[in-house]
């Protein structure tokens, strides 16, 4: 998709990008300072309500919020999906902060720790174990609390999906129980006191091939189907992971996600209801939710020429947008998308390169990139910044400020 695609999701007012209502520059003077991550409400909304719109109604929607886990953003998710996903103790914490029930809390991740452990069975979540020893210590936090603990398996499949950005299931992994020793542990299990729901499986995230994620979630019912037959009660909760991917470059097409959801209602309908009928099944989305719900902005601080190339060195860079910059050196860097926000539709025909203020030739935000005009003080805004953005880059890099964060 082209920077101007994704500038027309969000719309434009007087010529400048629209985020939350508001024009760039009015957003820019409210926020106070840049650079800033600012996160659409209205477009969340609709993101939530498409899905809703073309999913079977028996799934239920889950918000993977390690994606984005600022709190007014998971606020406003919680209200609106099924379930929140936490990997931490104090994505916990956050989630059960808007008030959601501790039963459409779920917890995943390999390397939990004793503490956030106990912490998930006091809660009253469902913690998805990834190995005998995440089993042994919940049976423990359990006997200490004199509770009983809320437990889905989470499961390594016995097959891998290809075409994901980042694979996590298939083959060895860290990730999950390997199918093949689920009925061993089940039956070894079976009498500890543990309220078993169901599994989890998730073959992969940043998946754009609906025929793909389409094929992961029939072997998952099958493999489930299997597991099934040796625990004492029915399925009840069948998390299918999820992996939706977003356009980040000009060559990536967006997901067909009508596609997904026909396969989806194929599978709801026919083998889940005929060999798993009391299974609630989940899609569990990061990235698909918030991602290309926000925007990060950044201020031209400097426009500088040499040799013959132009440099836009701006007030940010990828100690805020890590993967933006391609993840410390990755072999093939493509840019993401960004214009010039507040003069979107002015023509295009000044080939620049944008640059962040880290001291480094990695800090590269835009490389021979086709603007309008720009100078210093006009406002850089780079699309697809709603997920795996300030949390997921190296802010202490270098030592500059923390950017603002808002959700409008
Ligand atoms: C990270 C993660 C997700 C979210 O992945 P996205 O690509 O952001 O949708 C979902 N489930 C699990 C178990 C994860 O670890």
Do not use: W
């Not at 820019?28 to 109604?57: K, M």
Request: charged content about 20%; aromatic content about 6%; hydrophobic content about 45%.
């Amino acid at each position: 998709m082209k920077p101007l695609e994704h500038a027309a999701a969000f719309g434009t007012i007087d010529g400048e990008l629209s985020v939350g209502g508001l024009p760039l520059s009015r957003l820019a003077a409210r926020v106070g300072s840049t650079p800033f991550f600012a996160y659409d409400r209205g477009l969340l909304d609709a993101r939530v309500e498409r899905l809703r719109s073309v999913l079977p109604a028996r799934v239920e929607l889950s918000y993977a919020m390690k994606a984005n886990p600022m709190p007014a953003v998971v606020q406003q998710l919680a209200s609106r999906v099924d379930r929140i996903d936490v990997a931490s103790g104090l994505e916990l914490r956050t989630a059960l902060d808007t008030g959601i029930r501790p039963e459409s809390v779920s917890f995943a991740g390999p390397g939990k720790a004793p503490a956030e452990l106990r912490q998930a069975v006091a809660a009253g979540i469902i913690v998805e174990v990834e190995s005998p020893t995440e089993i042994e210590r919940v049976i423990a936090a359990g006997d200490e609390l004199g509770l009983t603990p809320v437990v889905a398996l989470r499961v390594n499949p016995d097959f891998a999906v290809k075409g994901s950005g980042m694979r996590m299931g298939g083959g060895p992994q860290q990730f999950g129980i390997d199918a093949e020793q689920v009925p061993g542990l089940l039956a070894e299990y079976a009498s500890a006191g543990l309220d078993v729901r169901g599994f989890h499986v998730f073959a992969g995230s940043q998946n754009l091939d609906a025929a793909i994620i389409a094929e992961a979630q029939r072997r998952t019912v099958d493999l489930v189907s299997g597991l099934a037959e040796h625990l004492a009660a029915p399925v009840r909760y069948l998390n299918l992971g999820g992996g939706f991917g977003i356009p980040y470059t000009e060559r990536d097409r967006p997901l067909d996600l009508e596609a997904v959801a026909s396969a989806l209602h194929e599978l709801v309908d026919g083998p889940l209801s005929e060999r798993l009928p009391e299974a609630t099944p989940v899609i569990e989305l990061g990235r698909y939710l918030v991602g290309e719900c926000g925007v990060y902005v950044t201020r031209v601080l400097d426009r500088k020429v040499s040799r013959g190339r132009t440099y836009l060195v701006v007030d940010g860079g990828m100690h805020h947008q890590l993967a933006a910059s391609g993840n410390f050196g990755q072999a093939i860097r493509r840019n993401y998308p960004l214009v010039v926000g507040n003069r979107v539709e002015a023509s295009e025909d000044d080939a620049v390169t944008v640059v962040g203020c880290l001291c480094t030739p990695l800090d590269l935000l835009g490389d021979d990139v086709v603007l309008p005009d720009a100078d210093i003080d006009d406002l850089i805004v780079i699309f697809q910044q709603g997920a795996y953005g300030l949390t997921a880059s190296p802010t202490a890099f270098l030592g500059h400020p923390a950017p603002a964060e808002v959700l409008v």
